[in-house]
């Protein structure tokens, strides 16, 4: 038996545009389902399990931009946003509110599909149990992350500057403690694989945090490399 195909809802306010995607990508093998704004979205998202979502960044009313920061804060749902616009700061704006990829318009329909094929080889390489907890602060060795305020409190109560990377990779590893995770499981739990492309980009960051932990480079003790397989946090993890 055939495994059911994947589910694709591609969100576009240009119906040729939409037609073109959903052609293709029937074509490719997938289900398609399209709408033309957030409020379509948000009713095909409560009627069907959605696998990807193909979000158009410039949208009337309620903007992609929006949407997908939206989606973010409710779910892990895969994102591939698209738009006319091909700025650097687009780019990154758009990866910054969860987007997992970015494609500027005009695209040739291979490379979209290139990329929507990658998004869901990495979600799906994803054990089922790696679920993030809802949390409002993380309390390990001494130390307390506050997730809305994003502040990191040592053990002297001073508060630890982190960058935005640095948030997310630190709390991936809270949410997963005393668990080996690989650099592909955390480019995709950390939602920045644009910034972490490369395996070497998750050994430097890996590295920035451990400093702002006061862990040891040479012998850590909290954050341990296990050669081959990746990066385990090795402390007892509170969370309120």
Known sequence: MNPTPEHLLVVDDDRDIRQLIEQYLVQAGYR??????????RRLLE???IDLVVLDLMLPGEDGLSLCRDLRARSNLPILMLTARGAEVDRIVGLEMGADDYLAKPFNP????????????????LPPNLVPEEAALFRFAGRTLEVASRNLLAADGLVVPLSGAEFRLLRVLLEHPNRVLSRDQ??????GREALALDRSIDVLMGRLRRRLQDDGKEPQLIK????????????????
Do not use: F, N
Not at 32 to 41: H, I, N, Y
Not at 186 to 191: D, I, N, P, V
Not at 225 to 240: H, K, M, N, P, S
């Open 32 to 41: 398609v389902s399209t709408a033309a704004d957030g409020k379509a979205m």
């Open 186 to 191: 955390l480019m995709e739990l950390t939602r």
């Open 110 to 125: 291979r490379e979209l599909l290139a990329r929507i094929r990658s998004i869901l080889r990495r979600a799906q390489s």
């Open 225 to 240: 490399t296990i050669r081959g397989e990746g990066y385990v946090l090795a402390a007892q993890v509170e969370v309120a």
């Open 47 to 49: 009627q069907h399990r």
